[in-house]
């Protein structure tokens, strides 16, 4: 008479072929909760190049100068009494941007370009490049957001 039940080698069987499919779905869990960060990080990113690119477009009398103001000296901010010029106001724009990148970024693997990209042809016009690079989960991403320099005009 054979008895009835499972034997040890069974139970290690079932054991381990629970245990593998339990280390696929953490897997799959990870490699979601990754993507979502990732997902999360990109969305701040837009939404910092965004704000930037509205800023140049509120200080269009500066313009080219945004480009010249990212390679320059961290800008004091202008006085409250005294209205800042175009060109203090590109400053204080680049080092806001700067200081977000790094907050939203911390850890120094961040980079910003405010780039003047020159019109080529007779139909282009000159325009600010904004670009922000930052250490993903497995890769670096960069984003890039070009505003007109001038206003168009119609014609």
């Given at each position: 008479m054979r008895a009835r039940g499972f034997t040890l080698v069974e139970a290690l069987v079932a054991l381990l072929v629970l245990s593998t499919g339990l280390l696929g779905a953490w897997s799959l869990q990870l490699s979601g909760l990754r993507a979502h960060n990732d997902a999360i990080r990109h969305a701040a990113a837009m939404e910092l190049l965004r704000d930037m690119a509205e800023r140049v477009r509120a200080n269009a009398a500066a313009g080219s100068r945004y480009a010249a103001a990212s390679s320059a000296a961290?800008?004091?901010?202008?006085?409250?009494?005294?209205?800042?010029?175009?060109e203090e106001l590109a400053a204080v724009d680049v080092a806001w941007f700067a200081a977000r990148a790094a907050a939203l970024f911390p850890g120094g693997d961040t980079a910003t370009l405010l780039e003047f990209v020159p019109a080529?042809?007779?139909a282009g016009s000159d325009d600010i490049a904004i670009s922000l690079e930052w250490r993903g989960a497995r890769e670096r991403h960069?984003?890039?957001?070009?505003?007109?320099?001038?206003r168009p005009v119609a014609g």
């Open positions: 961290p800008a004091s901010s202008c006085a409250a009494a005294s209205p800042c010029s175009p080529t042809g007779p960069v984003a890039t957001v070009h505003v007109p320099a001038a």
